[in-house]
């Protein structure tokens, strides 16, 4: 059926030679072109034409040539019963197989597109009738379609119903008031989308019928399109040919994750799917080599089958060798090695190739890496032979300047800044300068990193760097070298398990909160310890978690020594920390969190009070300032415990706002400090609020207000705390 409408307008010129009436002409042809119109012809044309004799409906109506022959010759014995029939001159108008005669000619053809005012007349389109003993879908406002009512005649029909929705051009351009010749037009292009859909999944014989009209339903509807749908029958798999597969004997393995056989039911989609793993068992098993030729379907509709012809041509196995760099002085081929998750003789797979490239990568030195296979030896019998893998590299900009700023009510602001090149000492050994400046800290500090050190993913911290904290708690004038090796987790690789060990030399200088305005001798501590720690980690994300939990342990043997009470102690510093994520709804998530820690040893006096437990702050007891929850002395100051618990929940509920990037976020916490190594819960207290989130594409933007629920004297009513990261 058609939309297009157009008007075919034909003026046929009788050609003579005579230039005036010949007045001695037969009477039936002056009967046609009398006197007067020669005399006179715009008055003869202005009393009308006498009906000709060749009625042009006779002639459009006609069915077949000889039918066109017979109503010619008629209108040629209404003129001249004597005279003789030329030569069908409308024996055949255009498009009816004869030339057009010499005495005619089409002075004029006009073609007429639709302005969008055409009536449903004018369309070839078929106002929709009711629906019979078919299954209805409707698809937005203005389209529907019918199936069959049996299950079986299409069982494909809910996934090819959403694939369908997806791609058409009725549903992606709705629009309220679209006129019928608009929903025509986009009509055809989506008759010719569920042709080839039903083709997709193996329906060559399917009939599609178009109807543009009323919406289903209700009259008053706004105008819409349907298709009933009639699937046919299913076409199956003829022959399938896989070229080299077909041949070796040795192939059987692939040819069986082929999993295509004669007979089998017509499928693109699982000639793709079945395409794709059987490239990846290729590369998997040692084919770094394998070609697998685009597939060709060639469809026999007496038969209903449709035979695959998709060459395969294996190329031999192979197993690692060497790794070559192109700029070995930047990153060596040896430490690449290191990098690799194989060794040179491990059976070639495709998938640690991919690795290593994104390994390269992720150490963020390089802007683009190619790797390439290169045969080294070919394979002999069913020794396998050896390829090496070229690595063509670019670097990066290797300077950065970075900063961020946090605030919080009780804190103060706090902003930081660092300079790095990330490869100072080649290959991968970074080193930084950083510095904080803040209203209760300040601090300078350079730091070596080395990464992929003795190992993928090993990295080697070297920090040194002095600082001074005027905090409510305590006055600390710090220096402080902490060698750390540690396999940890990156933005780009999230591991299962973290760790790290070191060692800790801390020299400071420190006082008490001061007591009813009165300063505390200051008391200098040496400390060594030896720290590790251990991360479990199953979430989703590590700046922002969705699912999963979190298991962690630090453990730190140190040994204190007080220089002016000339006493030197061994304390034994713990704490577990564990949080769970769930996602509830489709945009809220439920996350807890718990830390327990203890300072068992020698007597509190011994420990700094920089090392001492405290409880308060954004990531902490949020309402509180930091470090404000803790054990008191006589006047109400807080010095700090050596037992610590601490609980949070709370509900990230994604909105509307800004295109779903924001989320508001309400929390409780509680936490308590005790004196002794086991907590007392003696003092617990309570924070609740809200907090913003604003994602960004590294993590989200924090605001949190958070107060106390049973504040002590010193306490402010609200706090507020801004940061980069969820609270844990």
């Known amino acids: 059926m058609r939309s297009v409408c157009f008007s075919l307008t034909a003026t046929l010129v009788f050609q003579s030679a005579a230039s005036a009436q010949d007045r001695d002409v037969p009477e039936r042809l002056e009967e046609l072109i009398p006197d007067e119109a020669v005399e006179n012809p715009e008055a003869w044309a202005t009393q009308g034409a006498p009906a000709s004799p060749l009625d042009a409906e006779d002639v459009l109506e006609a069915d077949t040539e000889g039918d066109v022959q017979e109503v010619a010759e008629e209108a040629a014995a209404a003129i001249d019963p004597g005279a003789p029939l030329p030569e069908t001159p409308l024996a055949n108008l255009p498009g009816l197989g004869l030339a057009w005669p010499d005495e005619f000619e089409l002075a004029e053809i006009e073609l007429v597109e639709p302005d969008g005012s055409v009536d449903l007349a004018d369309l070839d389109e078929a106002p929709i009738a009711p629906v019979g ?46 006129n019928l010749s608009l929903l025509a037009a986009r009509a055809r292009e989506d008759e010719e989308l569920l042709t080839r859909l039903l083709q997709i999944y193996g329906y060559y014989d399917a009939q599609i019928i178009r109807n543009v009209g009323e919406g289903p339903g209700d009259p008053d509807d706004a105008a819409a399109v349907r298709f009933d749908v009639v699937p046919g029958q299913r076409y199956r798999f003829g022959a399938v040919d896989l070229g080299a597969l077909n041949e070796d004997a040795e192939a059987e393995a692939f040819r069986q994750q082929f999993d295509i056989s004669s007979g089998d039911f017509l499928s693109s989609d699982r000639i793709v799917a079945e395409r794709e793993e059987l490239d990846i068992a290729l590369g998997e098993t040692g084919y770094p080599f394998a070609r697998i030729s685009q597939p060709s379907l060639l469809i026999d509709h007496d038969r209903r089958e449709g035979d695959l012809d998709m060459p395969v041509a294996p190329g031999g196995r192979y197993a690692f060798g060497n790794i070559t760099s192109n700029r070995p002085e930047f990153l060596s081929g040896e430490h690449l090695e290191t990098i690799a998750r194989f060794e040179e003789g491990d059976l070639y797979q495709r998938s640690l190739e991919l690795d290593l490239r994104r390994a390269i990568t992720a150490t963020g030195i390089v802007s683009s890496v190619d790797v390439s296979v290169r045969e080294v030896a070919p394979p002999v019998g ?29 804190e103060g602001l706090r902003v930081q800044a660092s300079w790095e090149h990330r490869n100072l000492f080649p290959p991968e050994g970074a080193f930084r300068v ?62 299962p398990l973290s760790w790290s060990f070191g060692i800790e030399l801390v020299a400071t200088d420190e006082r008490p909160a001061p007591i009813d305005g009165v300063t505390n001798p200051r008391e200098t501590f040496f400390v060594a310890a030896l720290p590790a720690s251990a991360l479990i980690d199953t979430t989703d994300s590590l700046l922002d978690p969705t699912r999963g939990f979190r298991l962690g342990g630090r ?43 203890s300072i068992p040893g020698g007597p509190t006096d011994n420990l700094a009070p920089s090392r001492r437990l405290y409880a308060g702050g954004g990531g902490s007891v949020r309402g509180y300032g930091y470090r404000q929850i803790g054990p008191s002395d006589a006047l109400g100051e807080t010095n700090g415990g050596r037992s610590l618990v601490e609980v949070s929940a709370e509900a990230r509920i994604r909105t509307g706002l ?30 609740a609020g809200i907090g913003l989130r604003y994602h960004t594409s590294f993590g989200p933007i924090r605001v949190d207000v958070g107060a106390p629920l049973n504040p002590g004297p010193d306490d402010s009513p609200v706090a507020v705390y801004v940061s980069l990261g969820q609270a844990f």
Request: proline share 4%; no cysteine; charged share 25%.
């Open 133 to 178: 003993d078919k299954d209805i879908f409707r698809v937005g406002d203005e389209l529907a379609l019918t199936f069959p009512d049996d299950d079986d005649a299409f069982p494909e029909r809910t996934e090819f119903l959403e694939r369908f929705e997806s791609l058409s051009t009725i549903e992606e351009l709705d629009r309220d008031g679209d």
């Open 658 to 687: 800004f295109d779903g990037a924001v989320s508001i976020v309400p929390f409780l916490d509680a936490g308590s400090v005790g004196v002794e190594t086991l907590p007392d819960f003696e003092t617990i207290r309570f924070g």
């Open 434 to 495: 950083r510095g904080i400046i803040g209203t209760q800290e300040q601090l300078a500090g350079i730091t070596l990193r080395k990464s992929n050190f003795g190992g993928r993913d090993r990295v080697l911290n070297l920090d040194a760097f002095a600082s001074t904290i005027d905090s409510p708690a305590f006055d600390a004038n710090t220096a402080s070298f902490i060698a750390t090796y540690e396999q940890t987790s990156t933005l780009i690789y999230q591991k």
């Open 382 to 410: 069913d020794t396998p032979g050896r390829v090496a893998l070229d690595v063509e590299l670019t670097e990066a900009p290797l300077r950065t300047i970075a900063g961020a700023i946090g605030y919080g009510s009780e």
């Open 555 to 597: 453990l730190s043997p140190e040994i204190s020594r007080n220089e002016n009470l000339n006493q030197q102690s061994f304390f034994l510093r713990g704490q577990v920390d564990a949080s769970t994520y769930r996602s509830v709804m489709q945009n809220v998530v439920l996350a807890a969190r718990t830390r327990f820690a």
